[in-house]
């Protein structure tokens, strides 16, 4: 029987109950704080550094089951979030093996940027939301302040494991949504084993009174929203007419 060591310690920012949009069903949500990437267009800046631990696998696994009787009925579970999970991989890696006792379904919404341990992370978690940044090594770059390759070693242990895969890419307008980026951004998606679900996020500016506050530059103060009309626009040319999905 696999044993999960109920004392090693998690930094959580916040848990939100109910949550409707970040996997299947009604379901458990875990902010985890800390992240090595500085996307432009982050709305969680407040999660960038990962702080003191302030939870054990035993206090938060006491959290999620509490709501397991919601998951039954709904199909729904827990969904691991950020700020960036797999940097803290030991502390979701003991939560998952728990609730996987518990028959908890279990989601990990990821920029594929961690701190390695992904082998043992992806056997524990049931399917992977993953957040497609950019598809160019410059483009990636100048939009997270990081190079790809980490995402590259990620993507790679998710097709070896076939984990179940939910691409989110947000669109930000001079960025994605042109020709040339969807079409690159289709073809690498067609290279992707297990695709269920392909989402279109449009940028948006709710996150942007959080840098005043913490006192952070903006790199995205001057860019304007992302219409939601093109982008569901850009969705049916692209996506909705590429790819079969549920």
Known sequence: ???????????????????????????????????????????????WKKGQN???????????????PYFERNQGGVTFSGGEPLLQAPFVIEVSKCLRKEGIH??????????????????????????????TREG??????????EFLKFIEVCQKFRKPLWI????????????????MLVDYLKTLKNIEKIEFLPYHKLGSEKYETLGIDNP???????????????????????FSLK
């Open 1 to 47: 029987m696999v044993k999960c060591n109920m004392e090693v310690m998690g930094s959580v920012d916040s848990i939100e109950t109910f949550g409707l949009v970040d996997g299947p069903g009604i379901r458990t949500v875990v902010f985890l704080n800390g992240c090595m990437l500085r996307c432009k267009y982050c709305h969680n800046p407040e999660m």
């Open 54 to 68: 302030n939870m054990s696998v035993n206090q938060l696994v006491s959290k999620v089951v509490r709501n397991k």
């Open 106 to 135: 279990i989601a990990l919404d990821t920029a594929g940027v961690g701190i390695g341990q992904y082998e043992e992370v992806l056997e524990n978690i049931d399917l992977v939301l993953l957040d497609i940044k950019h598809l």
């Open 140 to 149: 990636y770059q100048d939009l997270v302040g990081k190079e790809m390759d």
């Open 168 to 183: 989110r890419q947000v669109v930000v307008p001079g960025v994605h949504d042109n020709d040339e980026y969807m079409k």
């Open 220 to 242: 995205y103060y001057d860019k304007k929203a992302m219409d939601e009309d093109v982008c569901r626009e850009l969705y049916q040319k692209y996506i909705a007419t590429n």
